[in-house]
């Protein structure tokens, strides 16, 4: 017995990690969930003048995908949005705390997912949002509703698994 | 193309490393020489495989080469160039590359030196390191690969952690990987002995050097990681029980209780089995170590993967690699006889006292490490274990050991005396007492437990000049000449009992002594603290290569006079705009006086802060101290010779010879 | 004394250790560690009213206030559903952490004083911009399900 005590310690706690890893620290839920998306006005990145409102979206499910240049997952999920787009999926974006305001010469070189992007330079926007990162991309429904926060980049599983089942039951 | 050329050598390498692990431990097993010959040219290939792919890797740094992710991710255009090259591992896939460049090294280090090892024993030894290089190798073709590529191409970098920009992290993870995957030699070791059922006193020896010089690496990587913290998180303390700093502290203490248990196995046949269950433990906590850091399950200020599927790779892997050792000595342990009989009272029962106190401190810091996660896990809510718990049960865990420290090297092996160890000891006893007393009114008032640390590190100082007077006695002629002609593993044992002996004073006073003030400042204010007047002389922006920053001028007096002009920093970084604190300090060997910026209140006004830290810089100078002990310990002459006498003594008959006490 | 005496001293005097060890563990276990309570079970009066525990969420903002001579800070943290306002004494405890900021996470350590404010002898905020601090996280978590709202995911 006394043999085998080092293995039965180790074996119990080798399961409480087992345990823990299945608590992932970085799932935040967001508390917006089934709430109204948050109102703002902003100008709109590359055309003078235009200002983009959620409110406009009205009648429509949308996505909302939190981004900004100097991030390197959202390249990540560049192609991804890309693709998406293409198919006709309304991606609207935030250019989150740009400070070098290299949006729009982004968007130039590689091509711009995005319906347009708002730019929320000071990143007022995105707290109203509960934005802890980028990328983060929100299922805003036809009532704009917030159904759905994607904290990351957007890969074939979070596609597949979580947004396509619910974009399919919200365009009913 | 660089980038692919370094995913087919890790490919390679992979190849390479199970060829390593299978033939060689099949040929022991067989006994088929040829298979056992595989072990050395495989070894090697891989060694060659992962440096040139870490060479990639560290290329695409240098280059500036945003196209793989990696580099993108932790680097920056603007970063310094030494910075680029650190940033290789600065990442969790560059990190986990430099564990596996490090693990081959220490392969590649067996196969050069383990030639005067029986055939099957090497064999057997590279093999399972050969096995968990594989499992590295697959960690990082599966779920870790560094070498991503990104399309579009980023136009530039997000920049490295600010805080990992510090001379100290140049040297800091590498000598910490030396020190963690040096234990895997011991580690395979143990292992070879349990698949051979051969446990002689010839084991204990091979195995010694390699733990003694994997211990001062961690030795260095620890002191190193303690310096980083005290000059770059901002906040004057050397050490917070943070659980990354405790998953290098608590391989620290198994590697220390292992080499103890070492000697005994070594010098005197016992405690076999607890020999190899510490090799097996020391190692196990290394993995842990890695595993806690490297997977996100504890977040804290430097743990930044964050990754639950190569958490379940990494378990997976500690599953096999830990359980079945441990499968393995469950097995195997009945077939050890413990070898030589020993008293209530001798050095073999001192040093298993210290084997046990260690453990404890071991457990009660483990404990105190993973408990938040184990309540976590059974959903009873989120709570944490800080400093104050560690320093109330681990300090006094383990002042006994500090004792048994001075004891233990003059003590007989088999069988001592207590009256004639107490007659031999009463005037240390005495010293050490009165020390403890009286030295701290001489610092600055009486504190118990600074004098609690006086008197133990003055115990120890004193025994280490006893151990050296004893062994002099007998000595004819000059003594100086007799002092050098002392073995190294005499030597380095002392040396290291004196470190430990620093080590435990310096923390003691700087713990009792130190002073802080954090005040407002206005240009021509002055604060005063310990005897030092701080003038606050104003602010200015500057630049540096890749942050601006604030940046502070404090003129110090003392007694009157113009001392030193401290320089205190506020950085942005421009690539993440990520604030951060730069303390300015004023080095000495009795004290050192410390400055930081806090915030900005108005033009020119600032919070500051200033501490006077007294013999603070004895930790990081005593951590010298415990590694030139360990690096003589280590290269003693009984060593050398068994390397140089090849293939003369590979009989276990032979080696299983027990030697004198004396040697 | 006899050997077998000598042994059975031994072995008691080791159980008699670990014992000592044991307690001495468990007893500074029981006193230093530090539970996490989000502000909404602060709110609802979870919290120990005479022992130090640890509260986080988001920093409320605009609700960052200094005294007169700047040493003293005043800010709300909030779970979205309840607030709790902290108070910080820098000149006993030191600077607020580089990355404390309005809007972003924030795990505060410290007891209830007598006037409903939370009395903070440690900030921590999380060294890295785009992650909170995962008792932050988890106070939002709470919150979220005390509201229970209708989460589509």
Not at chain 2, 277 to 300: N, W
Not at chain 2, 566 to 588: D, F, Q, V
């Amino acid at each position: 017995m006394k043999r085998w005590l080092p293995l039965i310690i180790f074996v119990a706690l080798a399961g409480f990690f087992y345990v823990g890893l299945h608590l992932n620290p970085r799932e935040v839920p967001s508390p917006f969930i089934g709430k109204p998306a948050p109102a703002f006005t902003l100008p709109v990145v590359g055309q003078a003048g235009v200002t983009f409102a959620p409110e406009q979206n009205k009648g429509k499910v949308w996505l909302f995908n939190v981004w900004a240049p100097w991030c390197v997952a959202c390249r990540q999920e560049h192609d991804a949005l890309m693709q998406l787009s293409q198919a006709g999926v309304p991606i609207y974006g935030l250019n989150w705390k740009d400070k070098d305001r290299e949006a729009a010469a982004l968007l130039a070189r590689e091509g711009s997912p995005y319906v347009v992007t708002a730019d929320d330079l000071d990143g007022r926007v995105g707290i109203d949002y509960g934005v802890t990162g980028t990328p983060e991309t929100f299922v805003i429904d036809k009532q704009g509703i917030i159904r759905m926060k994607h904290i990351g980049p957007i890969d074939a599983d979070a596609w597949q698994n979580k947004f396509l089942p619910l974009l399919k039951e919200l365009n009913k | 193309m660089i980038p692919e050329l370094g995913q087919l050598a890790l490919i390679l390498a992979l190849l390479l490393a199970l060829a390593q692990g299978i033939l060689p431990i099949l040929g022991a097993h067989r006994g088929n020489a040829t298979l056992m010959a595989v072990a050395r040219p495989a070894a090697q290939g891989q060694f060659v495989f992962v440096a040139i792919a870490f060479g990639c890797l560290a290329y695409a740094f240098l280059t500036n080469d945003f196209s793989v992710e990696n580099v993108a991710r932790n680097s920056f255009s603007q970063l310094p160039k030494i910075y680029r090259f650190t940033a290789t591992w600065g990442s969790h896939e560059g990190s986990i590359l430099l564990w596996t460049l490090v693990l081959a090294f220490w392969t590649m280090a067996v196969t050069v030196f383990s030639h005067h090892l029986p055939d099957d024993m090497s064999a057997r030894v590279i093999g399972v390191m050969g096995l968990v290089s594989s499992g590295f190798l697959a960690f990082i073709l599966l779920t870790s690969d560094p070498f991503t590529r990104l399309n579009p191409i980023p136009a530039d970098g997000n920049d490295m952690n600010p805080l990992l920009q510090d001379p100290g992290m140049v040297f800091h993870p590498p000598m910490l990987y030396m020190g963690y995957v040096g234990f895997s030699v011991a580690f395979a070791f143990a292992i070879a002995a349990l698949l051979s059922g051969r446990f002689d006193a010839a084991w204990a020896r091979w195995s010694r050097p390699w733990t003694t010089v994997a211990w001062v690496f961690l030795t260095i990587g620890i002191t190193a990681g303690s310096w980083w913290a005290y000059n770059e998180l901002g906040w004057g303390g050397w050490w917070f029980w943070d659980p990354t700093e405790n998953a290098s502290f608590i391989p620290w203490l198994a590697g220390t209780a292992l080499i103890h248990s070492l000697a005994v196995t070594e010098k005197r046949g016992a405690f076999k089995g607890w020999t190899v269950l510490l090799a097996i433990i020391a190692f196990s906590m290394s993995l842990l170590g890695t595993f806690l850091v490297r997977s996100g399950v504890l977040s804290s200020v430097h743990a930044f993967a964050t990754d639950p599927t190569r958490g379940i790779f990494i378990l997976g892997f500690l599953g096999v690699v830990i359980g079945g050792s441990l499968v393995l000595y469950a097995i195997r342990v009945p077939k050890m006889e413990s070898g030589g009989s020993f008293t209530w009272f001798s050095r073999e029962s001192l040093l298993l006292a210290n084997n046990v106190v260690l453990v404890a401190a071991l457990g009660s810091v483990l404990l105190g490490t993973l408990y938040p996660l184990f309540m976590d896990a059974m959903g009873m809510g989120k709570i944490s274990v800080g400093p104050p718990y560690f320093n109330s049960v681990f300090v006094p865990l383990i002042a006994p050991a500090m004792f048994l420290a001075g004891v233990g090297p003059l003590a007989r092996w088999k069988q001592a005396s207590l009256p004639e160890m107490a007659k031999r000891l009463r005037i240390a006893m005495a010293v050490s007492v009165a020390s403890a007393l009286l030295l701290p009114l001489t610092v600055g008032g009486f504190n118990w437990m600074a004098s609690v640390g006086i008197g133990l590190a003055m115990w120890i100082v004193f025994t280490v000049l006893i151990g050296f007077a004893e062994r002099l006695k007998h000595e004819q002629g000059s003594k100086l000449a007799a002092l050098m002609r002392l073995p190294r593993g005499f030597w380095g044992m002392q040396l290291g009992h004196f470190g430990l002996a620093w080590v435990v004073a310096g923390i003691a006073l700087v713990s009792a002594y130190e002073t802080e003030r954090n005040v407002k400042m206005n240009v021509g204010d002055t604060v005063h603290l310990s005897g030092y007047a701080f003038t606050f002389m104003g602010v200015e922006m500057r630049d540096g290569p890749n942050y601006r920053a604030a940046r502070g001028t404090l003129e110090v007096s003392t007694g009157g006079k113009p001392a030193f002009v401290l320089h205190p920093e506020k950085r942005i970084y421009n690539a993440s705009g990520m604030p951060m604190t730069e303390a300015a300090i004023n080095y000495g060997f009795t004290r050192d006086v410390y400055a930081a910026l806090g915030e900005e209140l108005g033009p020119n006004e600032w919070t500051v802060r200033v501490f006077f830290k007294p013999f603070v810089g004895w930790l990081w100078l005593a951590g010298a101290m415990l590694t030139l002990g360990g690096i003589l310990a280590a290269f003693d002459r009984r060593y050398l010779i068994a390397l140089r006498k090849t293939g003369a003594d590979t009989s276990p008959a032979k080696g299983a010879a027990v030697q004198g006490a004396k040697a | 004394m006899k050997s077998r005496n000598k042994k059975l001293l031994a072995i008691g005097l080791s159980v008699v250790g670990l014992a000592i060890a044991a307690s001495l563990v468990l007893n500074a276990f029981k006193k230093n560690l530090v539970f996490f309570f989000s502000p909404t079970q602060v709110a609802a009066g979870e919290a120990p009213k005479d022992r130090a525990f640890r509260i986080g969420g988001l920093v409320e903002s605009g609700s960052l206030k200094r005294s007169e001579d700047g040493m003293l800070a005043s800010f709300v943290v909030t779970d979205t559903a309840k607030s709790i306002t902290v108070q910080y004494s820098i000149r006993e405890y030191g600077p607020l952490p580089d990355l404390f900021k309005e809007g972003k996470g924030v795990v505060a350590e410290g007891k209830m004083g007598d006037g409903g404010a939370f009395l903070a002898t440690q900030v921590l905020a999380k060294h890295d911009e785009n992650y909170m601090p995962p008792e932050a996280a988890h106070a939002l978590e709470q919150a979220q399900k005390a509201q229970q709202t209708v989460v589509t995911q």
